[in-house]
């Protein structure tokens, strides 16, 4: 994710926002391929809501 800075960024929203969020398919479905997120059409979400409470936790320190 540090070398991917798009993919960082759409992991990073998907993570501290609380809705379902609209992601561009390939960012998507790479993030999804990691386990990172669950998808609900062409919206994203955390794949559990642990990775939301620790992300967000994790992000807002760098």
Do not use: C, H
Not at 21 to 35: C, D, F, N, W
């Amino acid at each position: 994710l540090e070398e991917q800075q798009e993919l960082a960024f759409a992991f990073n929203t998907a993570m501290t926002t609380p809705e379902p969020v609209p992601l561009e398919p390939i960012l998507a479905y790479k993030l999804s391929s990691m386990g990172l997120i669950q998808l609900d059409g062409n919206k994203a979400m955390p794949s559990y809501p642990l990775y939301r409470e620790y992300f967000q936790q994790t992000l807002r320190k760098r």
